[in-house]
């Protein structure tokens, strides 16, 4: 299958399948409401609040630098924070053959990076009471109702059987509602369609979906591949909450967003399009030409596809931010929902979204590639470690990743936040694991 939306260039499959495998000046300065780690009695500080030892931050900064000493991208930020010690470098050029430096104010595509975003506005609506996690979703969203299910995920797409249960909530955020993607792609008539009636992209193009109504009415017409709550199936119950959440609270999504989270946590830069006076700012985002290797523009800047508002602000990959807006964001989830001495969300929410959601059932046969779960659960919009791995051997981390080459995880063991913020789409070259190596190893006990 060749979709219209992906240049044919592109490999999809491995798109996501490294995605998941990842699984100028230093610019140092306290989080908002911390003393300095100078100001500090070290002696006194427990182990989640220790920092980082200078020999470590140089072997972080040494690794990322060689990636775009090779010309593998032409600049990155990394983003460290652990207990009141905030380290953000930006490393290189903005873009190729450029000689604006890569800033910390730069703006980034964060694509799947926006899924956990998503799924904590979901739940401000859960803590309002205006939806219930075990409600079914057929009120708010009728198109999703009296579902038909294929008997076989690849099987014809008039080959089904009723749904034995209604689409819940906890089933979008759960990624348990019984569509998305599944690899590869080509195997799976249902993904064919979805892409050809514009309901699925890959990787994210925002101008190509149709508006909330049209689009939930386009996937209205296919059947599930799972029954409900079934089997983890990636993405699509993000771009579907999106949807909710803009007809649970009356307003569009993106304004829902700006008023419960952006605004309160100060993230003035994170949204679905991105101003005039803002796009010198932009990073363009790269992908490498599969015969030459060199680096080609996706998403060029200040010519971006995100200069104007999409019709369909996707919950699942839509939203641009920048280092210290999406460093807030995660900072609050690491403090239990709050912000400043205010609370954003409780901390009931941020336990449920921040644990492994799923069952061995629905984790069979599932993921993006073979042993997904071998190590790891899914969330409400996070991946969640829960085995020892090649990065730590202490399970509890959770974050997530973005296909245009932007990587968090969030430690609460360790008080610690990465973010790792790329302009070259996943391919073999990801910096990723080389990053989270290096971060581990850059921690003072």
Known sequence: ????????????????????LASGAVVVSTLPGCQSRETKETSKRTVASAGFS?????????AMTGYVDRGAMPGLITVLSRGDELHIEPIGMKAVGGTEPMRRDTIFRIASMTKPITAAATLLLVEDGRIRLEDPVDRLLPELANRRVLRRPNGALDDTVPAARPITVRDLLTFTMGLGLVFPVENYPILARAVELDVMEIPPRPQTPPAPDEWMRRLGTLPLMHQPGERWVYNTGSDVLGVLIARASGQPFETFLHERLFQPLGMKDTGFSIAAEKVNRLTPVYWANAKTKALEVFDGAPDTAYARPPAFPS?????????????VFARMLL???????????????????????????????????????????????????????EVSATPGRYGWFGGFGTYWYSDPTRDLVGLLLTPRVFDEVSPAQDFWKAVYQALEA
Request: no cysteine; aromatic share 8%.
């Open 1 to 20: 299958m060749t979709s219209k939306n992906v240049p044919p260039t592109i490999d999809r499959r491995k798109f996501l399948e490294l995605a998941t």
């Open 54 to 62: 200078s020999e470590g931050l140089a072997r972080v900064r040494t």
């Open 315 to 327: 919950g699942a990959g839509g939203l641009l931010s920048t280092a210290d807006d999406f460093l």
């Open 335 to 389: 403090n239990k929902g709050e912000h400043g001495g205010a609370r954003i969300m409780s901390t009931q929410s941020i336990e449920m979204m921040t644990r492994d959601q799923l069952t061995p059932e629905q984790k069979r046969d599932a993921g993006l590639f073979p042993e997904f779960f071998a190590t790891s659960g899914w969330g409400y919009g996070v991946s969640v470690v829960t085995g020892p791995d």
